[in-house]
Structure formats: structure tokens, C-alpha cells
């Protein structure tokens, strides 16, 4: 059973920073695509990033310059490093992976909240 499990999340002041981690475990046998969406109240989710295998990177214009996306290919484990955060930042965060167990599904985790406020 693969399970997407995120860390990381919480509140910060504007202009601060947080580190999201999402590892997934459980009869995996590949990654692909990994990527971090967001969900504001009332709002829509949204892609904000993602990252291939080999490393290539796309973000959402609105965090472009702010944020980076990275992974750990031996850890099955993606990460959001989130910079000069603004309070339209705040949302739900997810953590979304294409993974080939006995055939390739997407998978969720279950969310991790970020609120920027002052």
C-alpha cells in the first residue's frame, strides 16, 4: 500500500520560510513525475511545482523565484523549499506522485496546512 506522508508545514510570519518533505513508501518499485499542489479556501487546487526523475523543474508563475522543488531519488522523497512567503501562500499543501508499484498510479498524501500571517 504506498502512502504519501508530508511534513513540514506551519505558520510563518510574511518574508519567512518553511521546508516542506513528502516520502512515499510502501511496494514501490519506480517514481516518475513528483509534484506539490496547493489549496486555498475556497479556492481551487493548483499545481504549484513539480519535478521529473532526472531532476527537470516547472513552477507556477505565481511562486517563480520563491520557491525551489527538489528530490532524493534514493529516499522516494520530494521537498518544497518556500522562501519570501506571502499571506496569499496560505493554503493546504499536497504532495502528488506518479509511482509504478505492479503498474503506475498517482497518489496523494494527505496534506500539510501553511499559514503566513502576521
Known amino acids: 500500500q504506498v502512502q504519501l506522508r508530508e511534513s513540514g508545514g506551519g505558520l510563518v510570519q510574511p518574508g519567512g520560510s518553511l521546508r516542506l518533505s513528502c516520502a512515499a513508501s510502501?511496494?514501490?518499485?519506480?517514481?516518475?513525475?513528483m509534484r506539490w499542489y496547493r489549496q486555498a479556501p475556497g479556492k481551487q487546487r493548483e499545481l504549484v511545482a513539480s519535478?521529473?526523475?532526472?531532476?527537470?523543474?516547472n513552477y507556477a508563475d505565481s511562486v517563480k523565484g520563491r520557491f525551489a522543488i527538489s528530490r532524493e531519488n534514493a529516499k522516494n522523497t520530494v521537498y518544497l523549499q518556500m522562501n519570501s512567503l506571502k499571506p496569499e501562500d496560505t493554503a493546504v499543501y499536497y504532495c502528488?506522485?506518479?509511482?509504478?508499484?505492479?503498474?503506475?498510479?498517482?497518489?496523494w498524501g494527505q496534506g500539510t496546512q501553511v499559514t503566513v500571517s502576521s
Open positions: 502528488n506522485a506518479n509511482i509504478r508499484t505492479s503498474a503506475w498510479s498517482d497518489y
Open positions: 510502501g511496494g514501490i518499485i519506480s517514481i516518475n513525475d
Open positions: 519535478i521529473t526523475h532526472d531532476g527537470t523543474t
